[in-house]
DNA sequence: CTAATTTATATCGTTCACGATGCAAAAGTA
DNA sequence: TACTTTTGCATCGTGAACGATATAAATTAG
């Protein structure tokens, strides 16, 4: 047996379950308002910067605009943006919020602070998570 | 603008994209073996001890039955494993590596090196990501 | 001013991921 | 023994991800 494929060495495997386990807990948040996690970053990126053309979309998020459109023209079905050709260059897809989209910023604004608490109660130091962040964005700059 | 939904504060933001990237390096050294890296979870397991049932599977991998089952069904067509009901337990199904499954620990046991390898060479400190391994098995363990 | 190339987005096919649900075998209960 | 509940696995439908490829507009080269 070889250690280097222990299942418990290996750190790709707790970023994915981590992720995944943290998308499970958004859900029941996220549920109400009509949207999933992806959606919900999309919108973050939106709220942020209103009008942005897919690219800018995506390479915010680190996807590819094959993910991205996609998940673009669901939500506007749901009414949540629109996407327009742009002027200048038509090539381009501005996105904008409609009112709808721009309204669940004020829905949205506390599921974060829940999400805290509630991991907050499942385990007693939750700034060792914080303490990581700076490692991911490390780990993240170098394979983008 | 709420500082909390801003992108750049969101953990779960970072361990998303940060498992997905390391899936993509993964590519090109899964792809010559013919499989994908929740099929290469699933060898880890496998590896480490032949003959499960789908449930110590998908729990040891914090996965439903409902995508292991089809993940299972895949990897048997490609001949890495067998799947035969359970003899004391006839709803169990018994998951075994076939030869084929077994050989590729071999080609594989040098694929994690080669990943480290290349991060190390992307970044400067390698370890910082050693040091939250912990964090992440906490945050897990919060989550089950 | 054409022709080659790059860029922005989209489509396609396959594999996950997962909530909801179904079903049959096993275990527990009356 | 008959009935209920639990357990193990599977199916279904939807929404991502993503590699590969396509298409049209913009840019660059000749």
Redo the contacts between chains.
């Keep these: 047996?070889?250690d280097?494929?222990?299942?418990d060495?290996?750190?790709?495997?707790?970023?994915?379950?981590?992720?995944?386990?943290?998308?499970?807990?958004?859900f029941p948040y996220f549920e109400p308002l009509g949207i999933t996690?992806p959606q919900y970053?999309v919108l973050?990126?939106l709220?942020?910067k209103d009008h942005q053309p897919v690219n800018d979309i995506a390479r915010?998020?680190?996807l590819e605009t094959n993910t991205v459109t996609p998940l673009l023209q669901r939500m506007e079905k749901q009414g949540l943006l629109s996407r327009k050709r742009g002027k200048e260059d038509t090539r381009q897809r501005i996105v904008s919020l409609t009112a709808k989209g721009k309204a669940l910023?004020e829905r949205?604004?506390?599921?974060?602070?829940c999400l805290v608490a509630q991991?907050s109660d499942?385990?007693?130091?939750i700034n060792?998570?914080?303490?990581?962040?700076?490692?991911?964005?490390?780990?993240?700059?170098?394979?983008?």
Tied chains: 1, 2.
């Design positions: 047996m070889y280097n494929l222990k299942l060495n290996q750190l790709c495997f707790r970023l994915y379950t981590a992720a995944r386990l943290i998308m499970q807990a958004y996690y970053l973050l990126v709220w942020e915010r998020l680190h910023e949205a604004k506390d599921i974060p602070d991991l499942k385990m007693e130091d060792c998570l914080r303490a990581a962040m700076p490692a991911l964005d490390a780990l993240i700059d170098g394979l983008r």
